[in-house]
């Protein structure tokens, strides 16, 4: 069977491509203001993970699989070689594909991630596994659980239309999507691998976030190569939606160190 392209979003007519990788809660449009900000240097790409925004879901979701489809992506759209930013589970595609596929990779942005889920023993993981699919089991839907969880993800700078675009998004995921994604999620861990990572890399961690704390993204950069480790200030897991024009800020100015050194 012939396999499909994740939906995406393009803005930009760059000859280099800037590609967002979204998390467990978004969809391509968690970056809209990322692809206006950059559409004027880059051509930038938000996709879809498969199951998301229209994207088919093929069966449970592996980080494999996730890698494939987006290599699919990037073939399809003609590009040897991405600038890669992602957010939470986004970015942990994001050190899949760099770990397994260093040659996709000019640069990585790691916002709001982590290297490994959960505990050495599973007991984190599978407390958390049951805790967030108990509400599928009882026929819940992303759109009823959105209200309550998207809402607090925001920290300091709860801007009411970002807050309801982070509802929107997750209201949208369907339920046998999110069930896959959550199943696929427990079962990441890079974190033996960090030094693999070759691309220069961003680590970008929200001051205030609790799901992605910064100390632990600052413990990431010290095992990347070449990595530094960069917070925003009072914002939470959502930095990119909370606080867009920092979140574009920190995004450009790495850019522009990358490319600076490529040219020196």
């Not at 969809?27 to 088919?56: C, E, I, K, Q, T």
């Not at 969880?149 to 999507?177: L, N, V, W, Y």
């Not at 691998?193 to 950069?221: F, H, Q, Y």
């Amino acid at each position: 069977m012939e396999q499909s392209i994740p939906t995406h979003k393009i803005a930009g007519e760059g000859t280099e491509t800037l590609l967002f990788l979204h998390g467990i809660g978004g969809n391509r449009h968690s970056f809209d203001a990322s692809l206006a900000h950059f559409a004027g240097r880059f051509r930038a790409v938000a996709w879809d993970m498969p199951g998301y925004g229209g994207s088919p879901l093929d069966g449970p979701l592996s980080w494999t699989g996730l890698v494939d489809a987006l290599r699919r992506l990037m073939d399809a759209l003609g590009v040897e070689r991405a600038r890669i930013v992602s957010h939470s589970m986004g970015g942990m595609v994001a050190q899949e594909l760099a770990i397994t596929h260093p040659d996709r990779v000019d640069s990585l942005v790691l916002s709001a991630t982590s290297s490994s889920f959960g505990s050495a023993d599973g007991s984190f993981q599978e407390k958390f596994l049951a805790a967030r699919l108990a509400p599928l089991d009882r026929g819940l839907t992303p759109a009823d659980i959105a209200p309550e969880t998207m809402p607090a993800m925001f920290k300091d700078f709860p801007d009411a239309t970002a807050i309801a675009g982070a509802i929107e998004g997750m209201a949208a995921i369907p339920s046998e999507t999110y069930r896959a994604a959550l199943q696929c999620l427990v079962t990441f861990n890079r974190r033996d691998d960090l030094a693999r990572i070759t691309a220069p890399c961003l680590l970008l961690s929200g001051g205030k976030d609790e799901v992605a704390p910064p100390k632990g993204m600052a413990r990431m950069a010290e095992a990347i190569p070449d990595a530094r480790h960069e917070t925003i200030a009072g914002v939470g897991h959502l930095a990119n939606l909370e606080r867009p024009d920092s979140f574009n800020a920190a995004v450009e100015g790495f850019l522009d160190e990358v490319a600076g050194r490529a040219a020196s």
